[in-house]
């Protein structure tokens, strides 16, 4: 039997970019805690084979965030984000969202089409909207995974920003990044030479309401996530990366391994 292919889309060809950051298999898992308790896990993972969509080559890429089972008669949260990220333009073509946080369950898609600039959103109760969207827009994994291939940490100066537009719940909003300072940080015992961010995000509702949120990036050529830091009322809540896998460059970042 002859392999089928997926169909080759007839459209404009799109932008071209390089990727020598991520590669398929990289496995990221953080510890999600407050204070001393530790609340849950989160992880990203770049699956291992190709995937199509619109007759394109795609990165496969999900997000779990799942509460300690500890804690779930209190408030269970199993989210699952995925993004089809397209190999060559590094834009998304499909972001699903699963959400169960407590009683509240929901499941959307939206569904891109960069050569028309519009987003087709979808309910889980099939009900859909046409969005218009700016060019190479982003939902918010593909956005950390090409911001990743975006910028040089060699050359990045403490003051520069790195802006993006993202696409969810039927908004455009903006994220931008800005280098607070270069700084050693002790994570789960290990210490990393890192990259520090404030992350203004422009959409209530998402991570923040309006607010900043810190995140440290490893200060080597594979720039994945250390630490993310949200302050709230009383402390902060942090997710410090426990463990990886599949990485395309030597951890060069890590100065001292946990005993």
């Not at 970019?17 to 990221?28: I, R, Y």
């Not at 060699?154 to 537009?165: M, R, Y």
């Not at 994570?187 to 991570?207: N, R």
């Amino acid at each position: 039997m002859a392999l089928e292919l997926p169909a080759q889309t007839t459209e404009p060809p799109i932008r071209s970019l390089d990727n020598v950051t991520f590669q398929k298999g990289e496995f990221l898992k953080f510890r999600v805690h407050y204070g001393f308790i530790t609340a849950g896990y989160a992880t990203l993972k770049v699956g291992e084979k190709r995937v199509w969509e619109k007759g394109r080559p795609c990165h496969h890429i999900a997000f779990t965030g799942t509460t300690n089972p500890k804690f779930d008669w209190i408030f269970k949260v199993r989210d699952v984000y995925e993004s089809f990220l397209d190999e060559e333009a590094l834009l998304s073509w499909r972001f699903n969202r699963s959400i169960e946080e407590g009683s509240f369950s929901s499941y959307t898609e939206t569904h891109f089409d960069h050569w028309k600039g519009k987003a087709r959103y979808i309910h889980a109760n099939k009900h859909e909207s046409i969005f218009s969207v700016p060019d190479n827009i982003q939902d918010v994994i593909s956005a950390f995974y090409f911001a990743r291939t975006f910028y040089d940490q060699k050359t990045l100066k403490v003051g520069d920003k790195i802006s993006l537009k993202n696409f969810i719940d039927r908004k455009t909003f903006a994220l931008e990044a800005k280098v607070l300072s270069r700084e050693e940080i002790e994570v789960e015992g290990s210490t990393y030479k890192a990259l520090k961010f404030d992350l203004l995000i422009e959409e209530s509702g998402m991570i923040t309401d309006g607010s900043t949120i810190q995140f440290w990036i490893s200060d080597d050529d594979n720039k994945i996530p250390l630490r993310i830091e949200s302050d709230l009322m009383i402390g902060s809540l942090k997710a410090d990366l426990m463990s990886y896998s599949g990485l395309s460059h030597p951890l060069t970042s890590l100065v001292k391994k946990s005993d």
